[in-house]
């Protein structure tokens, strides 16, 4: 049997964002420049939480761990991207690949929807908060986030490689993601499609369902505040985080709640840059900016610097 039609395939080609040669170099210094703003965002938040030890809470431990996910998950996907525009075959393995993506996404939905508990229980049961979220139960919860992450992954790449691959190498996307590979397969893929719905069903509908849930009890405590100024702190608490939950399921359930002869994947490209790219930068950038705490520590850490 030629190898080309065997189901052992475990390398793929990708054509990237744009079969467009004159658009090639200007997105190589977009993303490039998108991806170094993103190291710099997400190392320097991480090392930052790391150094200032007024930092040292359960809501920036897990804006630690927010930001060192957001680091890897780039760093997993943005230079096989960049390679994307320079190299003319571009291949790569595909178990691997799939994998560390599928973690890193899970990961962060789960993270998202723990900090959204820590701001209810900051917000709602402030005078339990200190019990509520000891550093055993932070480190209980991180451990869920990355167990959790681990077992999606898991069950989406596990399911791929029951598939046979039998068509053309090349994928039509950027990254090695789910969608683009059942394209390609030659055998039945409504297991896997079932499993995609049903994975990323809980790992997207679960929390989001769940930080709806807790953003509502919180809502409702802070109009019970009497004061304004009580109002207005309550809200720049937990403003940064929704703005960045808002982006990152939105753009989630965009790319995969909906059924799948809907989006085309070139439409469904378009959508997963907002997930994989975007968004890893801005949630540095959106913390640093509407964080009073942050701005804080960073002037601090910038004058020590300059005084020593």
């Not at 929807?113 to 509520?132: G, I, P, Q």
Request: aromatic fraction near 16%.
């Amino acid at each position: 049997m030629d190898i080309e039609n065997s189901s052992f395939i475990n390398e793929f080609i990708l054509v990237g964002l744009t079969e467009y040669s004159g658009l090639l170099f200007p997105l190589f210094f977009l993303f490039l420049g998108i991806y170094l703003v993103t190291v710099a965002g997400n190392l320097g938040l991480v090392t930052l939480i790391g150094l200032n030890s007024h930092l040292h809470t359960p809501m920036y431990y897990f804006l630690f761990n927010l930001s060192f996910i957001d680091l890897c998950y780039s760093s997993a996907i943005t230079p096989k991207l960049l390679i994307n525009f320079v190299s003319k075959v571009n291949t790569i393995s595909y178990a691997g690949s799939l994998f560390f993506y599928c973690f890193f996404v899970s990961a962060e939905c789960y993270v998202l929807t723990v900090m959204a508990y820590d701001r209810y229980v900051a917000v709602c049961k402030s005078l339990l908060y200190t019990v509520s979220m000891s550093p055993w139960v932070c480190s209980l919860l991180a451990g869920m986030v990355y167990v959790g992450a681990f077992a999606g992954a898991w069950a989406h790449t596990g399911s791929m490689l029951r598939l046979t691959f039998c068509k053309a190498r090349t994928i039509n996307h950027y990254m090695c993601d789910t969608l683009p590979l059942l394209e390609l397969s030659c055998t039945s893929t409504r297991v896997n499609e079932l499993v995609v719905f049903v994975v990323v069903g809980f790992d997207v509908g679960v929390p989001s369902l769940a930080i709806v849930v807790f953003y509502t009890f919180i809502l409702a405590s802070i109009f019970q505040i009497p004061s304004t100024e009580g109002r207005s702190k309550a809200f720049g608490t937990c403003s940064s985080h929704m703005i960045i939950v808002s982006v990152f399921f939105g753009s989630g359930e965009f790319m995969y709640l909906h059924p799948f002869s809907v989006l085309s994947m070139d439409q469904g490209k378009v959508s997963t840059v907002f997930c994989t790219i975007v968004v890893p930068m801005l949630n540095p950038l959106i913390y640093s900016f509407w964080n009073k705490e942050v701005k804080v520590a960073l002037k601090k850490s910038f004058s020590r610097k300059i005084f020593s």
